[in-house]
Antibody, heavy 125, light 107 residues
Framework: QVHLVQSGAEVKKPGASVKVSCKTS????????MHWVRQAPGQGLEWMGI????????SYAQKFQGRVTMTRDTSTSTVYMELSSLRSEDTAVYYC??????????????????WGQGTMVTVSS | DIQMTQSPSTLSTSVGDRVTITCRAS??????LAWYQQKPGKAPKLLIY???SLESGVPSRFSGSGSGTEFTLTISSLQPDDFATYYC?????????FGPGTKVDIK
């Protein structure tokens, strides 16, 4: 059974950084892309970026360029999302979500079929 | 960037009703469209991918249609468990934009 288990809630001060983890199980970690999506309180879903766990390549939404870093640890099948220079508007639930896959050099994007439980990040002075 | 819109933003309806939600893309996205259901405090759940393919385990009362720039999600007979917010999403290349959501609530 495929599972994505995220780290716990965080409270940070403005200007700080936060690093959220997403531990995967039940599938071949390096085969599937992983995305990060956030949702501010009472708002919609916002795509932040994607990482290819096989070789660590990333692509970020323009809004987050320069502030977000996505990494992975293949030894623990875990992906990470770090957001820096936090401001109050970054208060949100952050989700990891599996979407797309690569077979050999053939890669395909796909809908997000498995999601983590979400991590609440609160930015407050 | 491709923009996604949804209508209506809120739908007040009753159990047993047929529900239709529309999603429009700012330019053609072929059939690269997904629909998700989200309940309060929970992660989104994939319902439909590639515009009309039903995700495994999703009840057959859910269906999707459309291509190009206009898409619909239909719930043939609304059940109590279906009161939730529904999002469409374009996915392809490195564009994964969500629509603003449609809240389906009780009339």
């Amino acid at each position: 059974q495929v599972h994505l288990v995220q780290s716990g809630a965080e409270v940070k001060k403005p200007g700080a950084s936060v690093k959220v983890s997403c531990k995967t199980s039940g599938y071949t970690f390096t085969t599937y892309y992983m995305h990060w999506v956030r949702q501010a309180p009472g708002q919609g879903l916002e795509w932040m970026g994607i990482i290819n766990p096989s070789h660590g390549s990333t692509s970020y939404a323009q809004k987050f360029q320069g502030r977000v870093t996505m990494t992975r640890d293949t030894s623990t099948s875990t992906v990470y999302m770090e957001l820096s220079s936090l401001r109050s508007e970054d208060t949100a639930v952050y989700y990891c979500a599996r979407g797309g896959y690569c077979i050999s050099t053939n890669c395909h994007h796909a809908a997000f079929d498995v999601w983590g439980q979400g991590t609440m990040v609160t930015v407050s002075s | 960037d491709i923009q996604m819109t949804q209508s209506p933003s809120t739908l007040s309806t009753s159990v047993g009703d047929r529900v239709t939600i529309t999603c429009r893309a700012s330019q053609s996205i072929s059939s690269w469209l997904a629909w998700y259901q989200q309940k309060p405090g929970k992660a989104p759940k994939l319902l439909i991918y590639k515009a009309s393919s039903l995700e495994s385990g999703v009840p057959s009362r859910f269906s999707g249609s459309g291509s190009g720039t206009e898409f619909t999600l239909t719930i043939s007979s609304l059940q109590p468990d279906d009161f939730a917010t529904y999002y469409c999403q374009h996915y392809n290349s490195y564009s994964f934009t969500f629509g603003p959501g449609t809240k389906v609530d009780i009339k």
